[in-house]
């Protein structure tokens, strides 16, 4: 196992940058995707296409565990020096999300069409969602699998690994989609389609990968500590309020998408553009989140609370200059990208009117992102459970209020959700602090 670079801000960007890089291309796909349909002019079919995706986000990210209980855990057992349970939480995390997918796809032919039922789309916009979320489903095993690969990465600060493995999939990713969409005029069956074999390839580069970092026969004589009970009864019992955590966000999500089909297909289609702004900005500012995890995770597996303030400290100065900074790029670049994204004229002017609300999104979702990886790092299942149910809970009963003021009010009630998720986790922190042993040593002074 490799050590860890000292706390410096030099060190921070140092291992931030592939995970930046990494997660840029995330939403650069989803992008693309956009304007492989939207460029058809069928207003339709790109709100078909962000009706899917919405579906697969709930199904898919309801087991977001596998990625951040993966980092948590990971990183603690690297910071207490146990290279065994490194080993075998790998393998506990690739069985467990191959095992989850594989269930996943068995049983489409029920959740598919009980998640069309429950949002506002019918007739064109239930058909593109449902060819979409078909071909999606082919690669649930392998994308559970992923997930699970590259919290192990990150959990081990192998950054520049997992920048590999999401630069090979998304590579792929962007080239079958416009094969499949341009190419064979499969439309949103085809997006689906060429997302889930870019899986399929990035699992098997990761287990290459993990095998490679963990050198010959690494695997060997782990069956004991492998089924070990109270390792595993932890990562359940983390998991869990994850899962739980991970659902109501995606509930919370889930909401906004089903009310901007409530008021219509050029609302949607506009949201799911400006959506994309925020996505990138969000995924890029998750390379300092999950920096935090990595850190954070490490240093209470020394005990160091000195370690964990001054990796929440020197990750939140980096969060917040790059929130303030995305926030200004989409207010100046927002209107001509919305123009190159989509030629549907009413999507357009309708994304061009919310934008203000779009760029004020990775100024004010910020701390909540950063929160979020200082307790996933330290595997604090229960404070990010209680703080996403009560943002969610919140955030419903702002959108109701704010319901007269169409889709402005969406937008509002979506700002306001980050700042209850930041207070949530917040209050919690002092908590975390005093939980966390007296310093083994100093922290090295800031580079």
């Known amino acids: 196992m490799t050590t860890p670079a000292p706390l410096t801000r030099a060190s921070i960007f140092a291992q931030a940058w592939p995970i930046m ?4 291309t995330v939403p650069l796909v989803g992008i693309v995707d956009t304007v492989v349909v939207g ?3 069928d207003a339709a079919a790109l709100a078909g296409v962000a009706l899917g995706t919405t579906i697969i986000n709930f199904l898919f990210w309801s087991f977001g565990f596998l990625r951040m209980g993966m980092t948590g855990m990971t990183a603690q057992a690297q910071g207490s020096g146990d290279a065994q349970e490194v080993r075998a939480l790998l393998v506990r995390g690739l069985a467990l999300g191959v095992a989850i997918g594989v269930l996943l796809f068995a049983l489409q032919l029920l959740l598919v069409p009980l998640a069309l039922s429950l949002l506002a789309g019918g007739g064109a916009l239930d058909a593109a969602a449902g060819g979409y979320v078909a071909g999606r489903f082919v690669g649930a095993p392998a994308s559970l699998g992923v997930f699970a690969l590259t919290g192990w990465l990150l959990g081990l600060g192998r950054t520049r690994a997992a920048l590999l493995l999401q630069i ?3 590579l792929v990713n962007v ?5 499949f969409v341009w190419g064979l005029g499969l439309g949103a069956h085809g997006v689906g389609l060429g997302t889930a074999c870019a899986e399929w390839s990035a699992l098997l580069l990761g287990v290459g990968i993990a095998l490679r970092i963990l050198g010959p026969g690494a695997l060997t004589g782990l069956r004991t500590g492998l089924f070990d009970r109270a390792k595993l009864r932890r990562l359940f019992a983390v998991n869990a309020d994850i899962m739980v955590r991970t659902v109501a966000l995606l509930v919370l999500f889930g909401w906004f998408a089903n009310a901007g089909a409530r008021l219509g297909a050029v609302p949607l289609a506009a949201n799911h553009v400006l959506m994309q702004f925020v996505s990138v900005s ?14 954070i995770g490490g240093a209470i597996g020394r005990r160091s609370r000195g370690e964990l303030l001054r990796a929440t400290r020197l990750t939140g100065e980096f969060t917040l200059a790059a929130g303030a900074a995305f926030a200004l790029l989409i207010h100046l670049a927002g209107a001509p990208l919305v123009a190159a994204i989509t030629d549907n004229a009413d999507v357009r002017a309708q994304a061009i009117a919310l934008l203000p609300f779009a760029a004020l999104v990775p100024l004010v979702g910020a701390p909540a992102w950063l929160l979020d990886g200082v307790f996933i790092g330290a595997t604090r299942g229960r404070s990010l459970r209680n703080a996403a149910l009560a943002a969610t809970l919140l955030y419903l009963a702002t959108d109701l209020l704010l319901r007269p003021f169409g889709a402005a009010g969406l937008w509002i009630a979506l700002l306001a959700s980050y700042a209850y998720r930041a207070a949530g986790l917040g209050l919690a922190l002092p908590r975390l602090v005093r939980s966390v042993g ?6 090295p002074r800031a580079a």
Not at 21 to 24: D, I, V
Not at 438 to 443: H, I, K, N, Q, R
């Open 168 to 170: 090979a999939m998304n």
């Open 438 to 443: 007296v310093p083994l040593a100093e922290a």
């Open 39 to 41: 460029r058809t002019g």
């Open 21 to 24: 890089l990494g997660q840029t």
């Open 282 to 295: 969000a995924f890029v500012l998750d390379g300092f989140a999950f920096t935090a995890e990595s850190r």
């Open 175 to 179: 080239v079958l989609d416009i094969w």
